[in-house]
């Protein structure tokens, strides 16, 4: 079975993200989304709460698991025996650490490789930074993430709406 690994931090998950992980479905078997244990990061939202928010995301993709991961996603990908790692590509910006990351997995294991899927323009600008920005400032989350998740961003920044 073709399956393809998508990493990140997903804190919170965005439109974007969502986007991305929908279309890799289609053109794998299997979409495992990698959540990143990282708690020097200092995420916004628990490891419980993004993968239970992708999992509200994604509940309508029957060919997506979301799991949770630590340490070097080289490791990761070869205790599992998988192989393709899934990223998205914003912008021109996004290639370089992308690249270099893509060439250390490589490097770290060589029997990855990685996929860039480049973003649909309506997503070009969204990030997880933004989304938490806008919330912030009690802005509208409605075209920024999956709207079954804006209640519960919009509580974690102190704003009901
Ligand atoms: O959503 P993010 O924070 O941009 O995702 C980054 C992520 C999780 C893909 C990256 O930090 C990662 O793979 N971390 C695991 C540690 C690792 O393998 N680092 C070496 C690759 S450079």
């Known amino acids: ?33 990698a959540v ?10 628990t490891l419980e709460e993004r993968v239970e928010m992708l999992k509200a995301a994604t509940c309508h993709l029957s060919n997506v698991e979301i799991i949770s991961f630590s340490g070097l996603l080289a490791d990761f990908m070869r205790q599992h025996g998988y192989s393709v790692i899934v990223k998205g590509l914003r912008a021109v910006s996004d290639f370089e650490y992308e690249f270099q990351m893509a060439l250390t997995n490589q490097a770290l294991n060589d029997k990855i490789e990685t996929v860039f899927i480049p973003s649909s323009s309506e997503f070009m600008f969204l990030s997880s930074s933004i989304v938490k920005e806008v919330a912030k400032y009690n802005g509208d989350l409605s075209a920024l993430v999956p709207k079954e998740l804006v209640p519960k961003i919009m509580n974690r920044f102190g704003k009901e709406k």
């Open 1 to 33: 079975m073709q399956v393809a690994v998508y990493p990140g931090s997903f804190d919170p998950c965005t439109n974007g993200h969502l986007d991305i992980i929908s279309r890799a479905s289609r053109l794998f078997e299997k979409v495992v989304v």
């Open 36 to 45: 990143l244990i990282n708690d020097k990061k200092h995420p916004a939202f």
